[in-house]
C-alpha cells in the first residue's frame, strides 16, 4: 500500500493544495495527516474541510487544540501577537460542525500497523523528536514504524543498539526501512523549517523548493520524502488582511 504523509499545514491553503495534488499524482491510495490543521495561516476553514474529506488518517495537533478552545491561545505566543491571532482567528472562523469534528480527534493513532503521533511517542501534543531524545522515543515506539510532526523538520531515525542513528535524506530517493524500527517525520507542509528568517521570510525562502510530505510503501518497506513548490505570495497577502504579519520592509 502507498500512502502519503504529511503534518504541519497550519491554515496554509496554497502549500496544503500543492501537497495533496502531488500525493494524488503519485498514485498514493490514503492520506495521513499528522496534525496541526491550523496555526500561524489564514485558511484553517479550507485545511480543516480538506483534511476531513481526503485523509483516513487526521491527528490533533497543539496548535488544533487551541482551535477548540482546549488551550489558550497565549499558550502560542504573547497576547496581540499574530500566533495568538491565528488561533483566535481560527476559533472565529471554524463552524461548530468543524469543531466538532476536531474534538473527535486524537493526537495518536494507529494505521496498518503503523504507530502515528504529532509529537513524540512519549508526549503525543508536545514534544519535539530530536537527537538528544530520538533512542527515548524510538524506545517507546511498539510497531516497527512510527510517524511524527510537530518539529517541523523532516528525519528519520533508526534504532540501533547504541541508540538512535539519523539518516541521510535525499528527496526523491527511497529510503530502506527493512528489517529495523524507524521513527520518520515528514517535514513541514505550511511552515517553515526553523530559520533566522522567522515564519513568513522562511515561507518565502523554502517555498519554491517546496512543501514537504512522505510517500510511505509498506509493502516494500521505503520512504521517500518529496516536496511539492507553490507561491507563497497569495497566502502572504491574505495573512496581511488579517494582521497575521507584518509587511516586508
Given amino acids: 500500500m502507498l500512502v502519503a504523509v504529511f503534518g504541519d499545514a497550519h491554515a496554509h491553503a496554497e502549500a496544503f493544495d500543492a501537497v495533496i495534488a502531488a500525493a494524488e499524482g503519485s498514485g498514493a491510495e490514503e492520506l495521513w495527516s499528522l496534525g496541526d490543521m491550523v496555526g500561524g495561516g489564514p485558511d484553517p476553514e479550507h485545511v480543516v474541510t480538506h483534511t476531513r474529506e481526503r485523509c483516513r488518517v487526521a491527528l490533533m495537533g497543539n496548535h488544533d487544540y487551541g482551535a477548540t478552545g482546549s488551550a489558550e491561545p497565549t499558550r502560542f505566543g504573547t497576547a496581540g501577537s499574530s500566533a495568538v491571532r491565528s488561533i483566535e482567528l481560527a476559533r472565529e472562523r ?17 494505521r496498518a500497523e503503523v504507530q502515528c503521533w504529532h509529537g513524540s511517542p512519549r508526549n503525543p501534543v508536545h514534544e519535539y523528536v530530536g537527537a538528544s531524545n530520538a533512542a527515548a522515543c524510538l524506545h517507546a515506539q511498539k510497531a516497527e514504524l ?11 531515525w533508526r534504532q540501533t543498539p547504541r541508540g538512535a542513528q539519523p539518516a541521510k535524506l535525499r528527496i ?6 527493512g528489517g529495523d524500527k524507524w521513527l520518520l517525520n515528514p517535514g513541514a507542509v505550511g511552515a517553515p523549517a526553523p530559520t533566522r528568517l522567522g515564519w513568513w521570510g522562511g515561507l518565502d525562502e523554502q517555498a519554491a523548493t517546496g512543501a514537504f510530505w512522505l510517500l510511505l510503501d509498506l509493502d516494500h518497506r521505503t520512504a521517500t520524502w518529496q516536496r511539492a513548490p507553490y507561491d507563497p505570495s497569495p497566502v502572504r497577502e491574505r495573512a496581511l488582511g488579517l494582521g497575521l504579519c507584518t509587511p516586508e520592509p
Fill in 94 to 110: 471554524l463552524s461548530d460542525d468543524q469543531l466538532e469534528w476536531m474534538r473527535s480527534r486524537k493526537p495518536a493513532g494507529r
Fill in 146 to 156: 512510527g510517524l511524527v510532526a510537530h518539529t517541523h523538520v523532516a528525519a528519520a
Fill in 172 to 177: 526523491g530517493e527511497p529510503l530502506d526501512l
